[in-house]
C-alpha cells in the first residue's frame, strides 16, 4: 500500500503526457492529518536542481501537507526560469487542494470533509528525468489538477508507479508499529549516489512525532540506508526524501521506535534499488568489518563498490581478490596491507593480504554475492551495496539521454 | 628507439616463459654510465607490490645501474615471498650484469670493456601482469640471463614491446635537447590511475643530472602528464616511473630545460596510454579553465573523468551535459553552480548552469572529444584526459583475470 498504508494520506498516479511512453508520470502524496509534520534529506550535490532548492525552503518550516512528484523531467540545470516552474507547481497544488473535498479520507481532522486552505509554502515538490530541460508547464499544470481528482486513500501503488523512471518496478514499503505503521515509496535505478542513494522516496507515518523527531530519526534512517548504496559512484541533482507524519494513529512512539521503523523502511527501498539498478547482474553486499571506526569500514565498502575492474570482474564471475585489495589500498582507513583477509561468498581467497583458499572454489554463478573484507584494525564495521558493471549498464546509460 | 634513444644506455626484451602467449615478457634496460643517477615516483595505494617495496628502497639510494621489468604477474598482494622474490631477481640481475662485456655500447665509461661490478642495491624492479600470484622464478632467472645476453644499443623498442600487458601497441618517445636527449617507454592500458596513471615507465637520458635534479624534473613531469591521466579511476598496485642519466652527453642542461624535456616526453607517453586504453572509443580531453585554483580545475576534470555517466554517454555520443554539470557539482571547487559554462567539440551547449547552443550540433562521431567547463570563478586552469566507457571495456575486464 506503499505511502498509503498509515491513516491520514492520499495520493495518486497519474498520466500527463510527460513521458513520451503515455506511462503514469505526476504522483501527488497528500497528508490529511490531523498533523503536517514533515522532515526532509537532499542530494550533497552542489548543482541541485530546481525542486530540491524549493523544497529545501518548504522543509525549513517543518510542516508538509502535500508533495507534487514527476517523472519526465528533472528541472535541473534550468536557472531561475526552472525555479519559477517548481514554484508555480506549488502555487497550482494548493489552490487546487484548498477546500477540495476529502470524503474518501472520513479519518482526516474533519474540517467539514474538506482539506484546509494551504499555501504553496507547505507544497514540496520533487522532479526526476533528464537534466537541462525545462518542464512542460501546459502539461504538467493540468496533470496535477487530474492528480487532486484521483486521490484516494488506496493511491499509493499508482503513486509507487508515476515516479518510476528507468525502475522496471515500482519500489513500496510498509513496516507496522504498535498501532501505528510507516509506508514509503522510492525511484532510482540509475544515479545512485555516494552521499545519497535514490533519487526520489517519499515515507509517511501516522504516528504523532514533531519535526525534530522525525528530523533525527530520517537521517539516521538515511545513515544506514541510501547512503550506503552506491551502484555507480554518480551524485544526482535532484535526490531527495521526504518524511511525512499525520499523527492520524494519535500514538507517539519513542524516538527509538520510530526510527527503527522509519529505519526498516528506508532499508527495505534501499535493497529494492540496488535489485532493480540498471543493468545489474548481481546484487553485492560489501562487509567491511575489523575496523578502527565505522567511517573506515564505509569508506573502505565505497572505494570497493565504485571500483570499475572490481565492478567489470564481477560481472565476469571472477573472484578477482586482487582488485578489491588494490581498491582497499586506495582509502584512508587504518589497516595493514599484510593484514587483511578478503572472503567472496564465503571462500577466504586472501588471507593476510596474499593468496589463501583456492579461488576456483568461489561460485559466482547467483545473482547475489557476499563479499567480506576483515582489516584486523578494530571492532567496527558497515556494509555497503552495489552492483556489477555489465555490458547492460553501458548499453542502458550509453543509448539513452537521462 | 625508446630507452635506448640517448647515449649510455642498452635495453633488451625476451621470452621467459611468464605470459601463455609466447610474446616477450621480460626487460632489461641498462645505464653503462658514466654516471647512473636516477629518480623514481611510485603509485599512491598503499598495497604497494613487491617490486614497488623493493625499487622504493633501491631509488633511496639516487643510483641505479639497471631496471628489470616484467608483464605476465604482478607479484603483488604476495607477502615477503613475494618480495623475497624481487630481491632474488635483482641479486640475480647484478650478478649477471657484474663484468659482462659492454662492446656494443663503445661510448660507455671504459672499464675495460666490462659493466661494472654492482650489487643488487642498483638494480629497480617492475613487475605487472595479475595480482595475488607468485611469479615463476624458475622461468623469470633464465629471463634475466636472455636479457643480460640480449642487451643492445638498439633494444629499446624490444624492451617496449615487452612490458605490454593488454596493451595493443609498444609507447615510446624520444625528446631531443640541445646536444642531449631523453627517451622512455610505457605499458598501461587499464588501471589508469587517479594518483599516478601508468603501469610501468622508464625514462632515459644522457644528461649530466643528480638525482635531487632528476627527481624535481620527474615529480614535475609526472604531476602534470601520468597524474593528468585518468581512464578508469583505478590506482594500481604497482604503477613506477622511473628515471635514469647516463651523463654520457656530457652536457648539463638546467632545471628547467631538463624538467621540460622530460614533461614532453611523459605527456607523450601519457596520451599514448589514453589512445590506447583498454576498449576506449573515444579519447577525451577535459579543459577546465576560469578555476580559482589549479587544484580545483584538477578536481574539477577528475570528477568529470570518473563519472560512468559522462563517459557512457560519451560512448553513445550523446552531448549529455547535464551528466557533466552534476559531476562538477560533486566537487568542492570554488563556483557559482548558475555560472558555469560547458562545450563539448567546441559547441556551447550549457551557459550559466542552464541550456544554451542547441545540443543536436554536437558532432561526436570522431575519436577524439574535447569538453570544456569555465567555472568563472578564477584565472586558473588544467587538462584532464580520460576516455568513455564502452562494451569493449567491460568485456575486457570481465572476460579475463588481469
Known amino acids: 500500500m506503499s505511502v498509503t498504508a498509515p491513516r491520514g494520506f492520499r495520493a495518486s498516479g497519474v498520466v500527463a503526457g510527460l513521458k513520451s511512453s503515455g506511462a503514469r508520470d505526476v504522483a501527488l502524496v497528500v497528508n490529511d492529518g490531523p498533523a503536517a509534520a514533515a522532515a526532509g534529506v537532499f542530494t550533497a550535490n552542489r548543482v541541485k536542481a530546481a525542486p530540491v532548492l524549493w523544497s529545501q525552503q518548504v522543509l525549513r518550516g517543518g510542516l508538509v501537507r502535500a508533495v ?10 534550468t536557472g531561475a526560469p526552472g525555479f519559477q516552474d517548481s514554484h508555480a507547481t506549488a502555487e497550482h497544488a494548493a489552490a487546487a487542494l484548498s477546500g ?14 474538506r482539506f484546509p486552505s494551504i499555501g504553496a509554502g507547505e507544497v514540496a515538490i520533487c522532479s526526476t528525468g533528464l537534466i537541462g530541460e525545462r518542464l512542460p508547464m501546459d502539461r504538467l499544470l493540468p496533470g496535477v ?13 499508482a503513486a509507487a508507479e508515476a515516479i518510476m523512471t528507468t525502475d522496471t518496478r515500482p519500489k513500496t514499503t510498509v513496516v507496522t508499529g504498535a498501532g501505528w505503521t510507516v ?3 522510492a525511484k532510482g535505478a540509475g544515479m545512485l549516489a555516494p552521499a545519497l542513494a535514490t533519487m ?3 515515507i509517511t507515518t501516522d504516528a504523532v512525532a514533531g519535526p525534530a523527531v522525525l528530523d533525527e530519526a530520517l537521517r539516521a534512517a538515511c545513515r544506514v540506508s541510501f547512503e550506503r548504496v552506491d551502484s555507480d559512484g554518480c551524485l544526482s541533482t535532484n ?10 494513529s494519535g500514538i507517539a512512539p519513542t524516538q527509538a521506535e520510530l526510527t527503527a521503523a522509519v529505519t526498516q523502511a528506508c532499508r527495505d527501498l534501499a535493497r529494492q534499488l540496488i535489485a532493480d539498478a540498471e543493468g545489474a547482474s548481481k546484487e553485492v553486499a560489501i562487509e567491511v568489518v575489523g575496523a578502527g571506526a565505522e567511517d573506515d569500514a564505509v569508506e573502505v565498502g565505497r572505494a570497493v563498490a565504485r571500483n570499475s575492474l ?22 584512508t582507513a587504518a589497516f595493514d596491507p599484510d593484514g587483511i583477509d578478503v572472503a567472496v561468498n564465503g571462500v577466504w581467497v586472501c588471507r593476510s593480504g ?42 542502458e546509460n550509453s543509448a539513452y539521454s537521462t
Chains 1, 2 share one sequence.
Open 310 to 331: 572490481v565492478k567489470t570482474a564481477l560481472f565476469g564471475n571472477d573472484p578477482n581478490w586482487g582488485r578489491i585489495l588494490a581498491a582497499v589500498g586506495t582509502t
Open 354 to 395: 596474499a593468496a589463501a583458499e583456492d579461488r576456483s572454489k568461489v561460485d559466482l554463478s547467483g545473482r547475489q554475492v557476499t563479499i567480506q573484507i576483515d582489516l584486523h584494525a578494530g571492532p567496527d564495521e558497515a556494509t555497503i551495496w552495489t552492483n556489477d558493471l555489465s555490458h547492460a549498464y553501458v548499453h
Open 68 to 77: 507534487v512528484l514527476n517523472s519526465g523531467g528533472a528541472n535541473a540545470c
Open 145 to 157: 489538477d487530474a492528480a487532486v481528482v484521483g486521490l484516494a486513500i488506496d493511491g499509493g501503488p
Open 239 to 248: 535526490d531527495t526524501v521526504l518524511l511525512l507524519a499525520s499523527g492520524a
Open 183 to 185: 509506508g514509503g515509496m
Open 100 to 113: 477540495s473535498a476529502v470524503a474518501a479520507a472520513p479519518e482526516a481532522a474533519g474540517t467539514g470533509g
Open 200 to 202: 526520489l522516496s517519499v
